[in-house]
């Protein structure tokens, strides 16, 4: 199957990395080499200078990375032994605002139109993706309604026109909105795999979009909620990617592994999205007769 | 060990420095020997905290200790060690140090930092937690 195909892959891929990758040759950050822990941890042992200083994360996405931390590891700072997921490295990017239109129309709510970019250097060339998602995060939960049908529209504005891509078309899908909290933030997810992934793949290291977003009210809601607009602040850009280098961890392959002999070439090995899937839950309970 | 014993015991005894059961005490629970030690740090002690947002404390343990002469499958060492030792002992080569105690087994660790553009990484490294020494 794909997932067993991609696994093998990973597993001579990760094998490769290793030989190659030279640990004794220190990177320093700001540069398009290693992310995240290590060349911090080099430049420390190199120059003695502390860690990684730069611009400030957003505090909406701040917020919404811890809560994911504590979904997936323990309070020592281990990885959860129950994650089904294949990726070991999730992103988090808030956007640069291009442009900005907003405009209220009464049958079907707000209507903004953002222009965005998003920086994605810090991706590496290791760095496997899995899965993107537009993250809306709704800080004033009283005017979202608890159930709305909203429609997103997207359109891809190219940085620079490059002669292999071909024009892409607006790109518009309906989701039911399923506000991911019950506390004062709200967090709407709009999966966009599809539609990145060929960007994401391709190592762009900027993608531009113009994103409309409405939500059509629930007619049950009361009179009052349906008239207050709904503040939206512009998504910030999830990956959800897969670090195939040697020093990260790749625990779910050998937790998958272990199971393998039960993962015949007709069966579909492990789900790259959160725990859900139908066909991941339909293997574990034939495991269990 | 028995004839180490009692050849000590042959010695004249002095009555000051000499405790029966103290010595007795050294063979039978063996003192300082190889083994795995806490070390909490928190990132703010280094001053990361404003990059390593989670965890806040990290535990990453050490393993610190002698290594007994015949060590044996308690340690999981292999033949090699044994040899190394016996190199060590028999002085056939005085660049050849003791075995050493070191970890074995290690643990992934989850980290949430913020990187130098302002996007937010959550990365799971692999062996980050030291869970089990050997000697070798």
Redesign the interface.
């Known amino acids: 199957s794909q997932a067993s195909r991609e696994e093998a892959q990973i597993a001579t891929s990760a094998e490769l990395e290793s030989e190659a990758e030279p640990w004794s040759l220190p990177q320093l950050p700001g540069g398009r080499g290693r992310s995240g822990l290590l060349s911090p941890l080099f430049k420390v042992l190199c120059d003695g200078s502390g860690g990684a200083s730069g611009l400030q994360a957003d505090s909406g996405a701040l917020r919404y990375m811890k809560r994911l931390y504590k979904v997936y590891a323990t309070k020592e700072g281990i990885p959860k032994s129950n994650r089904s997921h294949l990726y070991n490295t999730v992103r988090l990017f808030t956007p640069s605002i291009q442009h900005k239109q907003a405009s209220v129309d009464q049958a079907t709510g707000a209507v903004q139109s953002v222009g965005l970019q998003f920086n994605l250097d810090r991706v590496t060339a290791v760095e496997h993706p899995l899965k993107s998602v537009l993250l809306y995060t709704v800080s004033d939960s009283a005017s979202f309604p608890s159930a709305a049908q909203c429609m997103c529209h997207l359109v891809w504005t190219e940085p620079e026109p490059s002669s292999q891509m071909l024009p892409r078309p607006p790109h518009s899908f309906s989701f039911e909105s399923q506000p991911k909290s019950r506390k004062k933030y709200k967090w709407v997810e709009v999966d966009v795999t599809p539609l990145l992934q060929p960007l994401v793949a391709s190592a762009k290291r900027s993608i531009q979009v113009s994103v409309n977003f409405t939500c059509v009210r629930d007619q049950l809601q009361p009179p009052s909620a349906r008239d207050s607009p709904i503040s939206l602040v512009p998504p910030s850009l999830l990956l959800y990617l897969n670090d195939r280098s040697a020093h990260a961890y790749h625990g779910w392959y050998s937790l998958h592994n272990k199971g393998s002999p039960l993962q015949g070439p007709g069966q579909r090995g492990p789900s790259a999205c959160p725990p859900g899937g139908g066909a991941a839950r339909a293997v574990r309970s034939r495991h269990r007769r | 060990g028995e004839d180490t014993v009692s050849s000590e015991l042959q010695k004249p005894l002095g009555p000051a420095a000499f405790n029966l059961s103290e010595y007795f005490k050294q063979f039978l629970f063996p003192q300082n020997e190889c083994e795995l030690h806490d070390f909490r740090l928190s990132f703010s002690q ?3 905290d ?6 806040h ?3 990453p343990r050490y393993c610190k200790g002698d290594c007994p002469r015949a060590v044996g499958q308690r340690y999981g060492s292999p033949v090699h060690t044994m040899v190394q030792n016996i190199i060590y002992e028999k002085q056939l080569d005085d660049s050849v140090p003791r075995p050493s105690c070191v970890p074995a087994q290690y ?21 980050m ?1 030291a869970t089990k020494c050997t000697c070798r």
Not at chain 2, 107 to 119: A, H, I, K, W
């Open positions: 280094l001053k990361w404003s990059w390593i947002v989670a965890p404390r990290y535990n643990s992934p660790l989850s980290v949430l930092t913020v990187e130098p553009d302002g996007s937010i990484a959550y990365k799971e490294y692999e062996d937690i």
